[in-house]
T-cell receptor, first 114, second 116 residues
Framework: AQTVTQSQPEMSVQEAETVTLSCTYDTSESDYYLFWYKQPPSRQMILVIRQEAYKQQNATENRFSVNFQKAAKSFSLKISDSQLGDAAMYFCAYKREYGNKLVFGAGTILRVKS | GAVVSQHPSRVICKSGTSVKIECRSLDFQATTMFWYRQFPKQSLMLMAT?????????EQGVEKDKFLINHASLTLSTLTVTSAHPEDSSFYICSAKDWRSYNEQFFGPGTRLTVL
């Protein structure tokens, strides 16, 4: 079974600085999808970024980028120029290529200091 | 983007009563919907997957008779918590997959259930 591990329960970053959230996963499959979701205090899950495993190029969405290391099964999220609105719980998630289920990590609480 | 709504957003009920939570896809057809449960500061736990017109598939350890799921149309799935007890108090989140999308689930805003 696939597992997703987020080893950082909490992280803090100063406003305007850069922070990296870690995620590792375990799978025997070669094709899959990886996601980072943000859950702010409102509890609404928001998709931050998505990476297809067959793509070597790291996904980027404005201030958010990932470092996808397929061989190491690592999928970290980098947030640049951190803003107060980035404060939230961040979840890393895995999905098989032809499956429906999302497998979530335990989450990382990100605090942004002004 | 695709929008998923949940109703109610909050519900308080007495122990022993049943509560129904609705999940609707507002601007797309959802062939598959998912129900999650989340405890404070914890991850989402998948409870069941429902496909329109067929029985839901429950995850191991989830009581089918306790958590009744109905997916009667392409835009509506309901979760009924039967004979609720205080330990059923939790945050319930639904998500829906657009039939055109292979990869992405769209999440509802969640329902906070408190059982007294």
């Amino acid at each position: 079974a696939q597992t997703v591990t987020q080893s950082q329960p909490e992280m803090s970053v100063q406003e305007a600085e850069t922070v990296t959230l870690s995620c590792t996963y375990d799978t025997s499959e070669s094709d899959y999808y990886l996601f980072w979701y943000k859950q702010p205090p409102s509890r609404q899950m928001i998709l931050v970024i998505r990476q297809e495993a067959y793509k070597q190029q790291n996904a980027t969405e404005n201030r958010f980028s990932v470092n996808f290391q397929k061989a190491a099964k690592s999928f970290s999220l980098k947030i640049s120029d951190s803003q107060l609105g980035d404060a939230a719980m961040y979840f890393c998630a895995y999905k098989r290529e032809y499956g429906n289920k999302l497998v979530f990590g335990a989450g990382t609480i990100l605090r942004v200091k002004s | 983007g695709a929008v998923v709504s949940q109703h109610p957003s909050r519900v308080i009920c007495k122990s022993g009563t049943s509560v129904k939570i609705e999940c609707r896809s507002l601007d797309f057809q959802a062939t598959t919907m998912f129900w999650y449960r989340q405890f404070p500061k914890q991850s989402l736990m998948l409870m069941a997957t429902s496909n329109e017109g067929s029985k839901a598939t429950y995850e191991q350890g989830v009581e089918k008779d306790k958590f009744l799921i109905n997916h009667a149309s392409l835009t509506l799935s309901t979760l009924t918590v039967t004979s609720a007890h205080p330990e059923d108090s939790s945050f319930y989140i639904c998500s829906a997959k657009d039939w055109r999308s292979y990869n992405e689930q769209f999440f509802g805003p969640g329902t906070r259930l408190t059982v007294l």
